[in-house]
């Protein structure tokens, strides 16, 4: 994770660091936490902010925003014979579309991160963030065209199919099936991230957020990607179990900036938790808390208030980049 909330916020900065902390501080309950800050101010108050927990360590490093899902390398376990070792993969993070500077420049995130980390970076010949794709464990893929597809992030190219490419190119990291959903074009933060309203759970079940809400419209796509991924195999012999979660109600919303992202499902699943978020819709917010019960027995689930931090257009999930340990099964049932 990282303590280095940028000047951007404004006015809600002290808040953001608030809700930053708590979330930092429940998931070091789960599992042990490396926090990452910049040199200077960042870096003493990130020490002194965490300095009394044991679970928690602070380390400096050269990170310049608290999106460590997208900015950061995703980790994976590589096996080559009987010889495995924890990877960073590097998705050429460009500023969710916004920078080639970022891909290119000395500075890459991917590097920095995996550098601390002591593992081996493997690059992908596209380019994408750590949110714009989620994993089963199992060799299933699942992202979205109105991201990857686009062309801030990968360009249109004569006689080269993208999708393909793409497809292609995760094989290399243990992917034999990509599910590609529409998203959501209009989101124009993320390009419609698969992270803001698909979470995969343990036994192929699969929640997608609804939008039902009688002051907002749902994406155009989302019925569609429904229906797709109740059609998606998992595996030979396997289907993937649907089920639905609505969407906190706008009318109930604390926030009323465009880059708001009220979402429950974009959240972390620790080790021996899912650690969420709850917008003030009580009712709402009572569902969500049951379904993700539900669906992740034997986890505690705790939903957390962080309605500042969601105007900064992520969520829980988007703070976090989980790194897994060689003692993990290869073949996992939870991702």
Not at 172 to 194: C, K, M, N
């Amino acid at each position: 994770m990282s303590w280095a909330p940028r000047r951007g916020w404004g006015t809600s900065l002290g808040k953001v660091k608030r809700e930053l902390s708590a979330v930092i501080r429940t998931i070091a309950k789960y599992e042990p936490v490396k926090v990452l800050a910049p040199k200077g101010v960042l870096l003493r108050e990130g020490r002194h902010e965490f300095g009394g927990y044991p679970n928690i360590e602070v380390i400096e490093a050269p990170i310049d925003d608290i999106w460590m899902r997208d900015i950061a390398p995703t980790f994976a376990i590589r096996q080559s014979g009987k010889k495995r070792e924890v990877v960073a993969i590097d998705w050429n993070f460009n500023g969710w579309g916004g920078s080639e500077e970022v891909v290119r420049g000395n500075g890459r995130p991917a590097d920095i991160v995996a550098k601390l980390a002591g593992v081996k970076c493997v690059r992908a010949e596209f380019s994408a963030e750590g949110g714009a794709l989620i994993f089963d464990g199992q060799g299933t893929a699942i992202t979205t065209r109105s991201c990857l597809l686009n062309p801030n992030r990968n360009p249109v190219r004569p006689g080269i199919d993208r999708q393909q490419q793409i497809s292609n190119d995760l094989r290399r990291f243990g992917i034999s099936r990509t599910i590609w959903l529409e998203g959501d074009p209009a989101e124009y933060q993320t390009s419609g991230h698969v992270d803001g309203y698909v979470l995969l759970a343990p036994g192929s079940r699969i929640l997608v957020e609804t939008i039902d809400d009688d002051d907002m419209e749902a994406p155009m796509w989302r019925d569609h990607d429904i229906d797709t991924l109740r059609r998606a195999c998992a595996g030979s012999d396997r289907r993937f179990k649907v089920e639905t979660i609505a969407a906190p109600r706008r009318r109930y919303w604390k926030r009323a900036s465009e880059d708001f992202a009220p979402c429950y499902l974009n959240a972390y699943v620790a080790n021996g938790a899912v650690i969420g978020a709850k917008f003030d819709d009580l009712t709402r917010d009572r569902m969500a808390k049951h379904v993700l019960k539900s669906t992740f027995p034997g986890r505690e689930v705790v939903l957390l208030n962080i309605n500042h931090l969601g105007e900064g257009g992520g969520g829980i999930h988007c703070l976090t980049q989980p790194m897994p340990t060689l003692r993990m099964a290869m073949s996992m049932d939870t991702p």
